[in-house]
């Protein structure tokens, strides 16, 4: 297994984990994140990239995206969505 960050290189041994960090690495997996979303039976509103990004752009929060791609001899085949989110502290 390989494990890269925001890239396509494909691995030898057919797995390979990706790592995208960035709102920029976000918006380069789009179609693949869409895709997969849309192949579900019952998609999940929260996995939806347009409201992943929208809840984390308006909150006013440091967004500190954390998704992991897995990949199969080259072809995307789970992506897990994670979030580092900073909260001002609480009065």
């Not at 984990?17 to 579900?40: C, D, K, P």
Request: charged share 25%; glycine share 4%.
């Amino acid at each position: 297994m390989l494990m890269r960050n925001e890239s396509d290189t494909p691995s030898s041994d057919g797995l390979e984990v990706v790592f995208v960090r960035s709102i920029e690495g976000i918006e380069a997996i789009r179609e693949t994140w869409e895709r997969l979303q849309s192949n579900e039976p019952y998609p999940k509103i929260n996995a939806d990239i347009d409201r992943y990004l929208m809840i984390h752009t308006t909150v006013g929060i440091d967004f500190k995206p954390y998704i992991m791609i897995v990949k199969e001899y080259g072809q995307r085949s789970a992506i897990l969505l994670c979030s580092n989110t900073e909260r001002p502290p609480t009065p």
